[in-house]
């Protein structure tokens, strides 16, 4: 019973050009609000989780140093870096340092390391490093500098001989790393450990800096305890995002400000919805009482009306997922409006959206919609069909 | 009796529109509703269309209690059992009179071949085949009116009601359309009632009720 087809009340409805083209813009602009909120979201998300896995990729899980600067890995700090909870660790020899070049100095941070431990943390390649130094490539892009070119380090002069004057050092660049921090990839250097101990003329084993991979990522916090409980004396544990904790908090905020801001753009898209729907209502009162009087019943135009809505809304929302992707292309890939690296802190900017994301956007204008057609269905079945049929066809 | 109609009553806010009406109608006889402007002659006819409720008495059409059906159930007794001629012709714009005509069938999910056949023998008795693939707009006044004869018997109802269907025609065309009705419920059986203003119209039925100020005068 009541089984006009869809179609034929979609032809109905919609059977105008002004109407198809109403319903048309109003799909546009809708799509475009949830496409620039999602947008929006995702660079931030975008920011944080790049960032998060950057500072992962070049700390491990868990960076330590030592309380008084440099420390000896001595029994304990061994027996507790070889605990069951830890997967690989490795210690670091870090300077400052300026590099040479022929117009310019530019203050670096030369690390020491074991390459194979590290790479094996972090996961930055070191394989290439022999008796030279790993540079990175935002680095070796502004000096634009190759693999087998020198470079001029000047480390400042603490023991011995070279009291009060800069010591030099030229060495041969063996490879280019990349960190996904834009700051790293440009101030960060590479060198093998014990050769930086025999240059600086450092005690055997000597570091400063530390890195730990856990078996259970999960447990990142938990483990800092552990570390701290065990060593906390000496050594300052810290997770790997920690460097960045202040702007990756202010990230978390303004993403929630913004969100909330940008409910006005879904809300001035709703109006465009609200327009459409007083259009239909106002021109198409006459064919509702007209199908009413004929046997359809109120459910099954209901069943019409949200069907209706749901489907403007299901297609602003495919149509939004499209607009992203554009976004992202224009925003991200085309080199003239491409955002510059060096105003961030990282390389490159990605656009990532979780499903809670989609669902907080779409949930809400699927929200807004269902209300606006709840409201117009129920001010159409206040009207007695008698009414209605007197006043849309006097 | 197939309509029975017991102590009916229906105001709309203060102004009481229908009072205490009652009245029975045999099995495909017909009858017409006279009264003047304002009267509720046109209400009542919505009441036993059910169109409208009523908010008092009873009304019994073929053994159904209609005012204790709800929306669901009173959408399938308009559809099935009732057709109705609008003074207007309400024919939707959209489409051509054909699919205008066959509306009821698909909205009550009914095979559309039988409905097309009597409609196209329907269409050549009041000599308006011609219209079926035009839009309403292309054609005039009378034909309108046809047309929308022709969906309210399209699927045989048992009960034609017609609310001023003459309202707008002139005597050439009133005369036909009135003997049209009265011949096609004659052919399919239906009992017919008629609401009208025109005595002439009024004259040519043999059972007649005149009401004024909602009440049984006659």
Known sequence: MSALPLSSLFRIILEKKSTLRFLVGTIGSLSFSIAVILATIGLMDGFEISLKKALSHSNGDIKFRAKDGFFLPDEKLTNVLQSDFILNYSTILQIETFAIGAQESKGVLLRGIEPESFGNITGIKTESLKNGILIGKQFQKKYKLAVGDSLVLAFASGKKQDQGSAHLQEFIIDGVVEHGIYEKDFRFMYIEKQKLIDLLAYREATSNFGIIKIKNFENINDSIEKLKYELGDKFRFDPYWSEFEVLLEAVEIEKISISIVLQLIVVVAILNVVGFIIFLSETKAQDFFMLRALGLSIKSFQKFWFILLGMIWAIACLFSKVLLYLFSEVILELPFIKIPGDIYVLSNLQLILDPFDYLYVFGISLGWILLIGFLTMRKLKKNTLLGGLRREFS | ?218
Do not use: W
């Open chain 2, 1 to 218: 009796m197939f309509i029975d109609v017991q102590n009916l009553e229906k105001s709309y806010g203060n102004t009481r529109v229908l009072r205490n009406l009652s009245f029975g109608v045999e099995k495909s006889k017909e009858l017409v509703i006279v009264g003047s402007s304002g009267s509720g002659k046109s209400t009542l006819l919505y009441v036993l269309g059910a169109l409208e409720k009523a908010d008092k008495g009873k009304v019994i059409i073929d053994g159904v209690d209609i005012s204790q059906l709800d929306d669901e159930q009173l959408a399938r007794f308009r559809n099935e059992f009732i057709g109705f001629v609008f003074q207007f012709h309400f024919l939707l714009p959209s489409m051509n009179c054909l699919d205008n005509i066959l509306l009821p069938a698909k909205i009550g999910g009914h095979k559309l071949q039988p409905v097309k056949r009597r409609v196209l023998e329907f269409a050549k008795i009041l000599k308006v085949e011609h219209c079926l693939k035009k839009y309403p707009f292309e054609i005039s006044g009378g034909e309108q009116q046809r047309i929308n004869i022709i969906r309210a018997i399209s699927l045989n109802p048992k009960l034609i009601l017609c609310d001023e269907p003459t309202g707008n025609l002139d005597s050439k065309n009133t005369q036909t359309v009135v003997e049209l009705l009265r011949g096609l419920s004659e052919k399919t059986n239906s009992t017919l009632l008629l609401v009208t203003h025109d005595v002439g119209v009024a004259e040519s039925f043999s059972h007649k009720i005149t009401i004024e100020d909602g009440q049984i005068i006659s």
